[in-house]
């Protein structure tokens, strides 16, 4: 999990802006992904990615959006119509679908 | 898709004594079943994994259970020490993607 950062490892967010987060691997895989962790909860799918240029819907993608323009790169944006987006937000990799996830450190995102 | 249901959700042992936790899924199209531990503020780590074609893995004093005809599988911590204690999450996966629980709060006593 040491290849995978995430920056910033906090970001504020005020009414109506959208605000991205960054997720970077060098552990050449080909799978990423975007979770959200609310307080003693969870991880909810976000979006992810099977190759590039390709994305899914995770189960909570309403509000977001991402791009996967390179290999080593899955940003997420958080838009204005997200309207509860405090929370701690994770992103992860993996060689394949049904393999070991690897974490980032994880972003948290408040709200001013 | 797939359902992960997982308990107890907080768990309180001595220390000495040993952890178990317990995870069911619903798709029996999964195959593979990691556990992660996530300590406060930080990011989940793995700890232990298996796979549908193995009933059981050990790790020094981790092991996990996989029962696929019942469709559930368990987490085992043995000799549990402070350092132990943290959120444990289960997860499946099918579809390409993993589904997790809900998480069990482990509380080592000393």
């Known amino acids: 999990d040491g290849g995978i950062t995430q920056s910033p490892k906090y970001l504020f967010r005020k009414e109506g802006q959208n605000v991205t987060l960054s997720c970077e691997q060098n552990l050449n895989h080909d799978a990423m992904y975007w979770y959200r962790q609310d307080p003693g909860q969870g991880l909810r799918l976000i979006y992810y990615s099977q190759i590039v240029n390709d994305f899914q819907k995770g189960d909570i993608a309403e509000g977001y959006s991402v791009s996967r323009e390179k290999k080593e790169s899955f940003p997420l944006t958080v838009t204005s119509a997200q309207k509860n987006p405090t929370a701690f937000y994770l992103c992860?990799?993996?060689?394949?679908?049904?393999?070991?996830?690897?974490f980032g450190p994880g972003t948290r995102l408040l709200v001013l | 898709g797939e359902n992960v249901e997982q308990h107890p959700s907080t768990l309180s042992v001595q220390e000495g004594d040993s952890a178990v936790i317990k995870c069911t899924y619903s798709d029996s199209a999964s195959n593979y079943f990691p556990w992660y531990k996530q300590e406060l503020g930080k990011r989940p780590q793995l700890i232990i994994d298996?796979?549908?074609?193995?009933g059981e893995k050990k790790d020094q004093r981790i092991a996990v259970t996989l029962n696929k005809t019942a469709k559930h599988f368990s987490l085992h911590i043995t000799e549990t020490q402070p350092e132990d204690s943290a959120v444990y999450f289960c997860?499946?996966?099918?579809?390409?993607?993993?589904?997790f629980g809900t998480g069990t709060r482990l509380t080592i006593i000393p």
């Open positions: 997860a499946a996966s099918s579809e390409e993607k993993l589904t």
């Open positions: 298996i796979r549908s074609n193995v």
């Open positions: 992860a990799s993996s060689p394949g679908g049904r393999e070991t996830q690897y």
